[in-house]
């Protein structure tokens, strides 16, 4: 079993930042984050392999960073250039001999 403990929603302005941590119990090969909405499904916003290969949703491409800390075995999100689109709950994410895992969501709110 795995659990996952996220951090560093917020209220922020349009155009700000934030930096979201997720910190696993074990150690953790694909780990990515989500987002989600009221009413909408749960969205990829980025992911990351072991060896550092990232994929991102295009509508944040140029904006978001994905990167991780194998050794601390925490992923990260750093957010700039922050729109009110991007308010959503955002999930961290894993699999391990199958399973999938899902962190218990922090808020980001972008708003003036």
């Known amino acids: 079993q795995v659990q996952l403990v996220e951090s560093g929603g917020g209220l922020v302005q349009p155009g700000g930042s934030l930096r979201l941590s997720c910190t696993a119990s074990r150690s953790m090969v694909p780990m990515a984050w989500y987002r989600q909405v009221p009413g909408k499904e749960r969205d990829l916003v980025a992911a990351?392999?072991?060896?550092?290969?990232?994929n991102y949703a295009d509508s944040v491409k140029g904006r978001f960073t994905v990167s991780r800390d194998n050794a601390k075995n925490t992923l990260y999100l750093q957010m700039n250039s922050l729109k009110s689109e991007d308010t959503a709950v955002y999930y961290c994410y894993t699999k391990y001999f199958g399973v999938d895992y899902w962190g218990q969501g922090t808020q980001v709110t972008v708003s003036l």
């Open positions: 990351i392999t072991s060896t550092g290969s990232t």
